[in-house]
Structures are given as C-alpha cells and as structure tokens.
C-alpha cells in the first residue's frame, strides 16, 4: 500500500470512526506532527528547541496567556514524552469505550473537552493564587491530554460505580475505587515533582464527578457548549442545495396501522366498483388501486 493510500485509509477510519477513535487520532496526529517540527529544527540547527509546544501548551502566566488564548484547548491534545501519550491514550481507550456503553459519542467529546478546560482553569487559578508558585509562574506550562482524560474516568465511575474491570496483578476491581485512587495518588503527591499537572488532572476529575451528577438529575451541563461546537463546526461543512429529509424508521406497530388503513381504502374501492362500476372511480381511486395490484 502506496503512503497516499494509507493517509487515505486513516482519513476514512477518522471520518467513519466513533468520537472516541477520532479524540485518539486527533492525540496522535498532535504528537507526531510536533515530533516531525522537532526533527527538522533538530537537522537544520534551528536553536528553537519545543517550538510548537510552546505555541500550544497552556502557560500558567496570565500575561502570556492574554497572547495565547487558543493554548487552553491546544494543550489537552499535546505531549512530548511517548510513555506519556502511551498511558493517557490507554486509559482514554478503556474508560472511553465504557463511557459509550451508556452515554453518547457527543457527550464524550464534551466531557473531554471541558474537563481539559476544566483543567486549564484550576492549573492557572492555583499557579496565581497560591505563593508556592509565584517563583515558577513565568515559566510553567500543562500539556498533555491528562485533564480531559481524568474527566473520563472519573464521570464513567460516578456513572456505574461498581462496573467491573480486570487489572493485571490485582483481577477485578470496581471503578469507583480506580476513580479514588487515581484522585488521591494526584493529591499525595502534589507537592512533589509536576504539581501542575497533579492540578489539572483534579480540574478534569472534578468536572466529570459534577457533570455525572447533574445529568443523573436530568441536566446536561455540556448542553450549551455543545450547541456552541456545532455551530462552530457548521461553519466549515459544505452547504449544498440538495435537500434531504431523515426519516424515523417504521416499527411493527406502524407498519400493521398503515397496512389496515390501506386494506381499508380498498376494500370501499371495490365495494364503489362492485356498487357502480369500474368507470365510476375517480383518478385518484385507480391509481391507487393500480399500485395495489402490483404489490400483490
């Protein structure tokens, strides 16, 4: 198979695949794209090392933020580090599939999309309000998928507690005790190394908790956000002046009520024909009639 052939394939697979397969796409083609900038600076002896993750993670300075605005979305589809992306799109890949067993393709977008920015939010919130950070403010920045990831599990946790899964080493274990420990492994250690990421991911963990919650209330807080990304992406969709109509598919229930109401409007034809004659029907009776007879 030719490379035009393969980028081919993947196009299909992305457009034809679930929200869950195009999120791990999306990841991947972040990380290669940013390993790819990487080498060619690398060979040209371009002295701008990580050029494009500093364009996309999210600084954790409002000053640098104000130029960089896009970066609270850009960051949650960024790593640098293989292990990194590995285990996130892993744990994305598992939890994922669980969450579609229950919930839609849409909600999964929302929920890793808000509880990134949910992530973002706490992460640059904590780096300006507590003096812990005032020395590394300047220079700190979260990437990584981590946030939205978090989001995942922890809402598909809320959602059926005491699903069952199988851990190497461990066997079955219930998710909401996966859901405490990986909250409570980000809370032990936020003081140690990375404590913005151990941040963001509390971020993404409290939103998908609170969004589970709400829905099991009947409120769908992505509700709105979502109306505001189809808008967005109506705009890059090609209008065309074909019209076509969706239609419900008929249920056993319909089809017998519309085939008695058919055999009804025969049966008073060929009482009109029995009563007066074939030449007494009006145009719209022999048609009808007419397309009857070929159904038989």
Do not use: C
Not at 152 to 158: E, G, N
Not at 210 to 224: A, C, F, V
Not at 228 to 249: A, H, Q
């Amino acid at each position: 198979m030719t490379g035009t052939g393969i980028l081919e394939e993947l196009k299909e697979t992305f457009k034809k695949g679930s929200m869950l397969t195009r999120l791990i796409y999306l990841n991947l083609g972040v990380y290669l794209a940013v390993k790819i900038v990487d080498i060619f600076l690398f060979l040209f002896s371009v002295e701008s090392p990580n050029l494009l993750v500093k364009w996309l993670a999210v600084p954790a300075s409002l000053n640098q933020l104000l130029f960089k605005p896009w970066t609270v979305f850009s960051y949650m589809f960024l790593h640098q580090d293989f292990l990194h992306i590995l285990f996130n799109l892993l744990w994305l890949y598992w939890l994922g599939k669980i969450f579609l067993e229950y919930l839609t393709g849409k909600q999964l977008l929302n929920v890793y999309l808000l509880g990134g920015l949910s992530g973002a939010a706490l992460f640059i919130l904590a780096f300006n309000l507590f003096p812990a950070f005032n020395q590394s403010i300047e220079f700190s920045y979260a990437l990584g998928a981590s946030a939205g990831v978090l989001a995942i599990v922890i809402a598909t946790a809320t959602y059926v507690p005491n699903y069952t899964i199988y851990l190497m080493f461990l066997g079955p274990v219930k998710l909401k005790y996966i859901a405490l420990a990986s909250v409570a492994l980000d809370i032990v250690t936020l003081d140690q190394s990375n404590p913005g990421g151990h941040i963001a991911h509390l971020g993404g963990a409290a939103f998908g908790f609170l969004y589970i919650k709400q829905l099991r209330k009947g409120k769908d807080i992505s509700g709105g956000f979502g109306k505001t990304l189809d808008s967005i992406s109506s705009w890059f969709k090609t209008k065309s002046n074909l019209k076509v109509t969706y239609k419900r598919g008929e249920t056993d229930i319909d089809y017998n009520n519309r085939k008695k109401a058919e055999q009804k409007e025969i049966d008073k034809i060929l009482e009109k024909i029995a009563k007066s004659g074939y030449e007494s029907l009006s145009k719209n009776e022999k048609e009808i009639l007419f397309k009857q007879s070929k159904n038989l």
